[in-house]
């Protein structure tokens, strides 16, 4: 297509479909811009609509985990569930694709390649690996916190004859494991999900776990019709309770004590209140668990010693039992799995101890033994927070580009830009709260704050700007220190690019919590954009206004 058709110019292109990408495109129209978003996928969805895999579900409440721009849409749309599954939640946001008329500025199908800013016409060029070009003065990438996959290169894997699956790239046709052995590698919060699934079907299944990970019962049912007419009764102040809550979710109180200043009967009952109840805000039952080894040693107790009363097996319960930090990785919501190792076609294999040496054409092979296998599972999870990013060739002609930016790790101003990348935006980038929150929640506030950033610059006759390199390196700093503070600094997580091997150590988001991460957000805009430059092009180019 000819770059200098009019149709292919825009006021802004958005990279993703998801929460953030139909959010932001229903914003920037209302302000009257001319927006198109790129996806992938054949419909919307982004997160929800890849990972289809058997058992995938939010670990955040329905009632929560849905959008607060549309009163209308919040009292329309009726949960089935407590903690809503992928089919659900897919379903959820094609219904608000529909309502709101969004599809027919999407363009499915389609994967950004590059993306290359001019100086001299001050505006983004985006390709496409169809090759393809659009123009725009902004470019905003709602590119998912956690859509890279992380696909492990183990020798042998191409001469595998059996089926085999990320994950992340589920086929929308069900796959039947009747009757078959199946291998899933991968422990953390996908692969607890997927196992107890998975079991009801295989012959036999074999668990390749590198990690024992704590796991919550998520105590999950039919929505309760009572709560949900609370909630939507009350909608606004839920929200604004998520909105200023350090997490993103509303319902439990901040709290205010330290494990070690209770009596250990009083601890056990706010422990249990917590695990009763379902979800994984257990760490949240006391102000210090992720911050005073002691008192993160007394929960993680608590812990192992609720998962090891599940599992019949005393050694498959040792190697089921984490050795880290309770909290300092993800935390899981359990739906059976524990209770699968008490089958007897599941079989734990500690690739910790013996790692995974090499695939053969039926086979998974150990230092120990070698496992046959019909058809095998990776839930290895993601490049999270960046890798989605850095497989885009982003950069400035002539210029810096993110992957030379960031080739020391990540650096971004409130996870909204990254300095010497003018009008590019990022939602949920690194150095906000993103996987540490309700992401919808977060998403949200970064899509209100950038548009309204943009209509702010619209108004003023406005079009250039920049994250200064002095505020992105403060708010570095602040980000660091703040995580310092805390044990998850210290794990080696997904948190901390340790799962992606030759990945530049730090901790990606914001540990200072949605409420105070938004207060700052807003105190920079009242305070005119501070941080950031905005100018005309004209002036960034250093001509006269």
């Known amino acids: 297509m000819s770059v200098e058709n009019n149709d292919q110019h825009y006021d802004v292109l958005v990279v993703g479909a998801g929460f953030a990408g139909l959010y932001l495109l229903h914003r920037l129209r209302a302000q009257g811009m001319r927006v198109k978003v790129f996806e992938a996928g054949d419909d919307v969805g982004g997160t929800w609509y890849w990972n289809r895999y058997p058992g995938a579900r939010c670990d955040v409440e329905s009632l929560e985990y849905s959008f607060s721009f549309s009163e209308e849409l919040q009292q329309e749309w009726k949960w089935s569930e407590r903690y809503a599954g992928q089919p659900e939640i897919l379903r959820y946001l094609q219904h608000v694709a529909d309502r709101f008329d969004l599809r027919r500025d999407v363009l499915f199908n389609t994967r950004v390649a590059r993306a290359r800013f001019s100086p001299a016409r001050n505006e983004w060029t985006v390709n496409t690996e169809a090759g393809e070009q659009y123009r725009a003065r902004y470019c905003v990438m709602a590119t998912g916190n956690l859509s890279k996959a992380s696909v492990p290169d183990i020798p042998g894997i191409e001469s595998f004859k059996g089926r085999w699956f990320h994950t992340s790239a589920w086929p929308k046709e069900p796959v039947d494991f009747t009757g078959l052995r199946v291998g899933v590698v991968g422990t953390g919060s996908t692969g607890i999900q997927l196992v107890p699934r998975v079991a009801e079907q295989a012959r036999h299944l074999y668990v390749f776990q590198r990690t024992a990970n704590y796991c919550i019962p998520l105590r999950n049912g039919p929505q309760d019709a009572g709560i949900e007419r609370d909630v939507k009764g009350r909608y606004a102040a839920v929200r604004k309770q998520a909105r200023e809550s350090p997490s993103g979710v509303a319902g439990f109180n901040v709290p205010t004590q330290s494990v070690l200043e209770v009596r250990p009967e009083e601890r056990e009952a706010a422990f249990e209140r917590r695990w009763n109840w379902g979800g994984i805000g257990l760490t949240r039952a006391f102000n210090d668990v992720l911050f005073n080894e002691e008192s993160n040693r007394i929960a993680s107790e608590y812990v192992k010693r609720k998962m090891r009363e599940v599992v019949k097996d005393p050694k498959v319960a040792d190697a089921l039992t984490p050795t880290y930090p309770i909290g300092t990785k993800r935390l899981c919501a359990d739906t059976g799995y524990f209770q699968a190792f008490n089958r007897d076609n599941v079989t734990l294999v500690d690739i910790r101890r013996s790692p995974i ?48 930016l960031w080739a020391d790790g990540p650096h971004a101003y409130l996870g909204l830009m990254v300095a010497g990348l003018p009008n590019l935006f990022m939602v949920t980038g690194p150095g906000s709260p993103s996987v540490l929150s309700n992401v919808v929640v977060s ?19 406005l079009d250039h700007i920049e994250a200064l390199a002095d505020a992105q390196q403060t708010w570095g700093d602040h980000v660091n220190e703040v995580a310092g503070r805390s044990l998850l600094a210290k794990a080696s997580s997904w948190y901390t690019g340790a799962n992606i091997p030759g990945k530049p150590r730090g901790f990606i988001p914001y540990m200072g919590g949605v409420g105070a991460f938004r207060a700052h957000c807003d105190e920079v805009a009242r305070n005119g954009y501070q941080g950031f430059a905005l100018s005309t092009a004209r002036q960034a180019q250093g001509s006269p206004a």
């Open 443 to 461: 998403i949200e506030q970064h899509v209100e704050w950038i548009t309204n950033c943009l209509a702010h610059m619209q108004e003023r006759g």
């Open 357 to 404: 040496r090499a695939m053969g054409p039926h086979s998974v092979e150990t230092g120990e033994a070698t496992y046959e296998v019909d058809a095998l599972i990776f839930a290895t999870g993601f490049d999270a927070m960046t890798g989605t990013l850095l497989a885009i060739d982003i950069g400035v002609e002539n210029g810096p580009t993110l992957r030379s």
